[in-house]
Every structure is written in C-alpha cells, then in structure tokens.
Nanobody, 124 residues
Framework: QVQLVESGGGLVQAGGSLRLSCASS????????MGWFRQAPGKEREFVAT????????SYADSVKGRFTISRDNAKNTVDLQMNSVKPEDTAVYYC?????????????????WGQGTQVTVSS
C-alpha cells in the first residue's frame, strides 16, 4: 500500500510561482511512475504532468508545457511540481498519483494510488 501526501498549495498571483510536493510511503518508490493531475470546480480531472520511475522521462499537458516542471527524488521518496508563470486557469485541486509501473502515463485510469489533493488558487 502506498500513501501519498501533497503539500505546497496556496494562493498565488498570476505570473507568480508555486512548488507542490508529494511525499510517498513505502520502500519501492523508484518502481512507481508518478503523475500530477488537477480538477477545477465543475470540470473533470485532467492530466498535468508525469515522470517515469527513474525520472529520466517526463511528459506534460500542452496547457502547462514550458511553465511547469515535474521532478522526483527517489532517495527522499518525493515528487515535485514546479509551477511558474501561473495563470488563473491553473486554479484547481492538484493531485499526486502513483502507478505500479516505471512507465509514465498521462491517463488517470493507469494510476493505482492517489493523494487527497492540495488547493492551488491563482488570482488575477
């Protein structure tokens, strides 16, 4: 069983930066590909970014490409999402997710474990 706990959410002005972090329990963190997803009020959950188990491969949604960066530290069992040049449309609850494969995926149904989410609000 893997437990995921997100942190780092909050209120930020448009154009600013925010760094989200997700801490994972368990001793086999490197065997899990990780992803960040988000859900805005009244909308479906959507893919943001994903990273392979080794950290050597990443993928991003077009809406965040060039602004967000996903990274992981397998020694610390953490995965981060650096958010730069944020926009009001980035406002959402952000979820960290883990899948029992080293291969990254942009599809929520591929993930087996989810955190409880952290709220990000971007003011204009």
């Amino acid at each position: 069983q893997v437990q995921l706990v997100e942190s780092g959410g909050g209120l930020v002005q448009a154009g600013g930066s925010l760094r989200l972090s997700c801490a994972s329990s368990g001793r086999t963190f490197r065997t899990y590909a990780m992803g960040w997803f988000r859900q805005a009020p009244g909308k479906e959950r959507e893919f943001v970014a994903t990273i392979s188990g080794s950290g050597g491969s990443t993928s991003y949604a077009d809406s965040v490409k060039g602004r967000f960066t996903i990274s992981r530290d397998n020694a610390k069992n953490t995965v981060d999402l650096q958010m730069n040049s944020v926009k009001p449309e980035d406002t959402a609850v952000y979820y960290c997710a883990a899948r029992t494969s080293v291969v990254r995926s942009a599809y929520a149904y591929d993930y087996h474990y989810w955190g409880q989410g952290t709220q990000v609000t971007v003011s204009s």
